[in-house]
């Protein structure tokens, strides 16, 4: 059995935001700039509005201005698309983030395509993600971007490791396998597909569970000793009529075999909101010619 360390989340998210708020007050003392972001939001999803308000505080208790545009859930994507490209032209917006799920009448695609790239604090635009791919700076998505901060505090150097990214999303597989690469890990994207998707695992000294189905990674598809980061959210219905929440690993299986896992909730999630004020801080100033704090 091996002691199995806890990632808290929520401890790295916070000593992240110190450190965006120092470096804001910073570039305000010195240059005048006072970074701003703007989220939009279609429709009345409750965990989507919940969310939105906490980008919201969180980006006010670091400094940065907090813009919010809600639109009716009906909005046409022609409205949502003329919004955002006001949004590309307000030099007061830093940061452009359209909260996801879109409705059905509206092209999450075309929403990516639109926002400009120097803008698009998710990570999301081709240009963005071609820019990661290459080696180049860019805007990298919040979750990934969040995994590897972890990852580095908890192990240090990540060269030479083998990790495995369980799931390939272009929201979390494929971002976070290219900054693993940028890492000098040697990175295996697994997905449905695998052939021995659990002897595969279980070479790995990392793993990062990002499938959304809960607890699908077994506690004996982990190497003992491995890191392990679990994305999923998964709210499933327990017998009493209650629910909670589960990532996509076996939490009490993974425990005694890990060296250290995120728990859910309490791990990943926290650095996602973390990671965007960062983003917003880069883009802030990447625009205006301003270095670059390294935070």
Known sequence: MVDTRLIDGKAHAAALRQRVAAAVADIKKNHGVMPGLAVVLVGQDP????????????????????????????????????????????????????QFPMPEQISQHKVINTIDPAKDVDGFHPMNAGHLWSGEPALVPCTPFGCVQLLKAELGKLSGLDAIVIGRSNIVGKPLAGLLVQENCTVTIAHSRT??????????DILIAAVGKPEMIKGDWI?????????????????????????????????????????????????????????????????????????
């Open 195 to 204: 052939r021995d998707l659990p002897g595969v695992a279980r070479r790995a």
């Open 223 to 295: 190497k003992p000793g491995a890191t392990v980061i679990d994305v999923g959210v998964n709210r499933i219905a327990l017998p009493d009529g209650k629910t909670r929440l589960v990532g996509d690993v076996a939490f009490a299986e993974a425990q005694g075999i890990a060296g250290a896992i995120t728990p859910v909730p309490g791990g990943v999630g926290p650095m996602t909101i973390a990671c965007l004020l960062r983003n917003t801080l880069v883009a802030a100033c990447r625009r205006r010619g301003l270095p670059v704090p390294t935070i």
């Open 47 to 98: 965990a989507s509005e919940v969310y939105v308000r906490s980008k919201g505080k969180q980006t006010v208790e670091v400094g940065m201005l907090s813009f919010e545009h809600k639109m009716a859930a009906n909005t046409s994507e022609a409205d949502l698309l003329e919004q955002i490209a006001e949004l590309n032209d307000d030099p007061t917006v830093d940061g452009i983030l359209v």
